[in-house]
């Protein structure tokens, strides 16, 4: 099982217990192992298998280190179906439609009678669910959205939950047939979409047959779709298909370019590949007079011969990139290289699993100049956020952890709650104190397009409000993002100062690609955040600096790609002369 297989079944038992009425410390102890699990860099499964004691993962207690061995050894746990048994079936489904919730779900079950998505749907209709105490005629319509949108979710599998599965996939077929000298992920997974449809493999080995069988017989494996010659495909029990090519290494480059797409972006290639008189295929290039197939052992060479400049695999889109790399107008896209800070982290103060000092270590060893903490401000109880009183504890800690640690700048920060009225947890005479303040949106989510989009204007023009966090709020696959003028708040962030965070978490990739290129274009300053809640989540800005490139950002777009010195220099500037121009040159 994956992480976030595992992680799933520890959130629905939480929700179920909270249906129960059970204790909020027992509540609270699966909510953060479901956390922990679904953001650990390892598998969770493998771990299980090799013996390794899971109670050491802060957060992981002895019962539910037992639960998750069982749940990996047998495919079920017993406690689970125990809980499903004490409410009517179809209940799950229901908790799993946003804006609903453990509580909201007893009462439309107890007071409604409701147990399925269907008969919410009636109660949508007829008016009965506008008509309960507290509730009301907007969050009615609320769910409605919802429920079309659960309904309206493809096949596709959001993009944190395919690149775990594959990860996990990889090492199992490394581990299987160690002859494996290259192999590569392509299609949409490649090209960083935020769902995927299936997983691509180009595999380089002197056996080919090895591989193919190591594939096909991994235990993760419920269906063989098709097994032979130079092609496996199969079906993997959690429901991704995987297909799976064995290539020469003198073939890969056109293997590799072919097979990561996308379609009309192909399409796009071989028109020019005509027009050359050359025929392009997964093999390489043939020459339509003589046949003869001529091949390239990497992508560059590949895309040199068709005359053009190499197209970053995120740009792939059959747009305009093809057109672009022939006028050699490409730009030099941001690489997680150029980062030099991170802006957006949480610690064990809020809802994060590390202390401060750990946090920052591990900053430092990534080779960062700098990092901002920012746990969460005291609207978000949920999280554990910070009152006044424990902000300045801890503001004070920042500063001991920074001489502590050394060779790192640390900046005192939050993430703050912007109100459904559009007003800030905290006043200004608290945020002047601190270096770098991230405002989000982590409530009433259903608000029409011009209540919503006031609200974040409002926060913008907080003279203190560094950045906006996670925009649109969406979780990929599970919540829609909010409705808002989207161009008005792009070019209020230009006209503020407001920086705009390219969250780097795979659950958000928030902004998404096009608000980036947009928000680009009309000025705004962008910042890669990884919104990390442990150690191990700070390689979000790896994924962060893939988002960007899908929005054509160049290092120049990007806030952190300052050095520290530079970086200081911009935050000392009053908030109304910060612009891209000014970081450029801070």
Not at 140 to 150: G, H, Q
Not at 206 to 231: I, S
Request: net charge negative; charged share 25%; with cysteine.
């Amino acid at each position: 099982m994956t992480n976030g297989e595992i992680a799933e079944v520890f959130e629905r038992i939480s929700g179920l217990l909270e249906m129960k009425g059970e204790k909020s410390f027992t509540i609270r102890a699966y909510q953060r192992a479901s956390r922990t699990i679904e953001r650990l860099p390892t598998e969770v499964d493998a771990m299980v298998r090799n013996d390794e004691d899971l109670t050491e993962i802060p957060g992981i207690g002895k019962a539910i280190s037992e639960k998750i061995s069982e749940l990996v050894n047998t495919g079920a746990l017993q406690y689970l179906v125990r809980l499903k048994d004490e409410f009517p079936p179809g209940i799950l489904d229901l908790m799993q439609i946003p804006g609903l919730g453990p509580k909201t779900t007893v009462r439309v079950w107890k007071e409604l009678g409701v147990t399925t998505v269907d008969q919410l749907e009636a109660v949508v209709d007829d008016g009965s669910l506008a008509a309960l105490p507290r509730l009301g005629k907007k969050s009615a319509e609320n769910i409605r959205k919802s429920i079309k949108f659960a309904r309206s979710k493809s096949d596709r599998v959001p993009i944190a939950r395919a690149m775990s599965v594959t990860r996990q996939l990889t090492n199992s077929l490394r581990e299987g047939c160690p002859g494996i000298s290259q192999l590569i992920v392509c299609g949409s997974l490649r090209r960083f979409e935020e769902t995927i449809g299936d997983v691509d493999l180009i595999c380089v080995t002197e056996d080919g047959d090895k591989a193919l069988n190591t594939l096909a017989e991994l235990p993760d494996v419920a269906d063989v779709l098709g097994h032979g010659g130079a092609k496996t495909s199969v079906v993997l029990k959690s429901g991704l298909q995987v297909d799976m090519r064995v290539t020469p290494a003198d073939q890969l480059g056109a293997m590799l370019q072919y097979f990561t797409g996308n379609l009309q972006h192909n399409v796009m290639l071989r028109d020019r590949a005509n027009s050359l008189g050359l025929s392009l295929n997964e093999y390489g290039l043939k020459d339509v007079e003589t046949g003869d197939l001529e091949t390239f052992v990497d992508e560059e060479s590949l895309y040199d011969r068709l005359g053009m400049q190499f197209v970053p695999p995120e740009i792939r889109m059959g747009e305009s990139e093809v057109s672009a790399a022939l006028a050699g107008n490409i730009p030099k896209l941001v690489d997680v290289s150029d980062l030099k800070g991170d802006l957006h982290a949480h610690t064990d103060w809020s809802d994060g699993r590390d202390p401060m000092e750990t946090m920052v270590e591990a900053a430092k060893a990534r080779g960062l100049e700098y990092i901002a903490m920012t746990d969460h401000s005291v609207g978000r109880g949920i999280a554990n956020g910070l009152s006044i009183e424990r902000l300045k504890g801890h503001m004070a800690l920042v500063r001991e952890v920074e001489a502590a640690v050394g060779g790192i700048r640390v900046f005192c920060g939050t993430e703050m709650d912007i109100r459904a009225d559009g007003s800030l947890d905290y006043a200004d005479e608290i945020l002047k104190e601190l270096d770098w303040v991230v405002a989000s949106v982590h409530s009433a989510m259903g608000q029409d397009a011009a209540v919503m989009t006031e609200r974040v204007i409002a926060a913008m023009k907080n003279p203190y409000v560094s950045a906006i966090g996670h925009l649109s709020t969406r979780l990929i696959g599970e919540r829609k993002p909010i409705e808002a003028d989207y161009e008005a708040i792009f070019r209020a962030a230009a006209d503020t100062g407001t920086v705009l965070e390219i969250n780097g978490s795979l659950e958000r990739l928030d902004l998404k690609d096009i608000h980036i290129a947009r928000a680009r274009e009309l000025g705004a300053m962008l910042v890669i955040s990884t919104d990390a809640h442990m150690t191990e989540s700070l390689r979000n800005l790896d994924h962060g600096a893939r988002q960007a490139r899908r929005g054509w950002c160049e290092a120049k777009h990007i806030l952190n790609t300052l050095d520290a010195k530079q970086f200081g220099a911009w935050l000392a500037m009053d908030k109304s002369e910060r612009s891209i121009k000014s970081a450029a040159h801070a």
